[in-house]
């Protein structure tokens, strides 16, 4: 399971900090001398001038891992099949063996699993549309 969890994040953190090196050529450094002129040093800079800067960056870093997180069919398929007693499955893993694998073909039982799936993605979706919305509003 750990190993599993490695191999899926190695991805994300790479594009993860794609996203946080785009986000601090952002920063405002008017706000970062603002700050140091406050008497803001290292972690008290960082908290508390840096980083709500960055949350744009963030909420789609966590929204984009969600998304690829629930969508993590292949990694299960190649590497455990589900692990030991289903130690490993997840959610489209637990659709694919009960709509199509050789346990059975329960087919409306997997297309039911499917709808959750698309649902819970299309919540996250939905967030990170209505962030970008108001984030255009407010921008305007």
Known sequence: TYGIIVAGLWPQI??????????????ATEQIEAGRLDGAKGWRLLWHVVLPQLWPAT?????????GALRSFDMIAIMTQGGPY?????LSYYMYETALSEYGYEMGY???IAVVLFMIMMVFIIAFLWKMYQDEKDWR
Request: with cysteine.
């Open 86 to 90: 289903g130690s490993s499955n997840v």
């Open 59 to 67: 909420f789609l870093a966590i929204v984009v891992t969600v998304i």
């Open 14 to 27: 790479a594009y993860c900090m794609i996203l946080y090196l785009t986000g601090l050529n952002n920063v």
């Open 110 to 112: 997997g297309s039911a």
